[in-house]
């Protein structure tokens, strides 16, 4: 991999920004070098500032963040109990790292309004864009153009959004990893919420999602620079942190290209 170019697909994780439900805004307090002088001596007994460089001491931070905030990947533990028709779903620290890499396949529904469902059609006739066929292992992206708003509020209803049947469709090609540059796998959940309050057809909430409780299945949220990959061709990476027992995962995101 070392002729390869790295792209970063991981967005930037910043204290306040409103591109979360206010529940999951990130929380970040700095401890500045020059507040820290206190704390750092205190480890070393006898010591005074003038013993640090320039009366200087170390910079920390403390972060309240939601295993769900910033560019992540979700366990099936995240949708239900239970996957594959009843096996318990597993949870973030107990999945194989191998699941989490492949050769990567970008679907540009970038031309969809905000709110669309995809439909199986719109991922084929997506495929004969770009003239490739899913192989076993792939890793398929949804660009959505929903990372444009990133920073903002909009971010949280932008983009289309993949619903139960187009992501069982994935699956039954042999894909497991998938992901997508907007906030949520499903349609942003106040066009959801719309449809089920007109329709009251309880199928249509977070049917994406509720895909992993009949086939095992990872998604990632929040990826940015889709627009920067080929269609195919390149090679993906996105570990998840591990967290004991966790619904997700923070992931650095990348892609080997030529």
């Not at 306040?16 to 750092?40: A, F, Q």
Request: net charge negative; aromatic share 10%; with cysteine.
């Amino acid at each position: 991999m070392k002729d390869k170019k790295i792209i970063d697909l991981s967005i930037t994780i910043q204290d306040g920004l409103p591109s979360d439900p206010p529940m999951m805004i990130p929380e970040i307090k700095y401890n500045r070098h020059e507040d820290s002088v206190d704390e750092m001596l205190g480890f070393f007994p006898g010591a005074s500032k003038d013993d640090l460089p320039n009366g200087l001491g170390w910079q920390t931070e403390k972060i309240t963040l939601g295993t769900h905030s910033g560019t992540h990947v979700d366990a099936p533990v995240h949708y239900h109990p239970t996957m594959n028709n009843g096996e318990r779903a597993t949870c973030i620290d107990e999945i194989s790292l191998d699941r989490f890499m492949g050769y990567g396949v970008v679907l540009d529904m970038s031309d969809k309004p905000d709110g669309y469902l995809v439909t199986i059609d719109d991922l084929k006739e997506k495929l004969k864009d770009i003239d490739y066929n899913l192989k076993k292992g792939d890793v398929v992206l949804i660009k959505t153009g929903a990372s444009s708003k990133w920073g903002t509020i909009e971010y949280l209803t932008s983009g289309a959004g993949m619903g139960k049947k187009a992501t069982l469709w994935l699956i039954n090609q042999g894909v497991m990893l998938v992901g997508t540059d907007a906030w949520s796998w499903d349609r942003p959940l106040g066009y959801i919420a719309e449809e089920f309050n007109e329709t009251k057809d309880s199928s249509l909430i977070w049917e994406g999602h509720f895909a992993g409780i009949e086939k095992e299945y990872y998604h990632m949220e929040k990826l940015t620079n889709l627009e920067k990959l080929p269609s195919h061709g390149f090679f993906f990476m996105g570990l998840p942190i591990k967290i004991k027992d966790a619904s997700a995962g923070w992931i650095r995101a990348i892609a080997f290209i030529d």
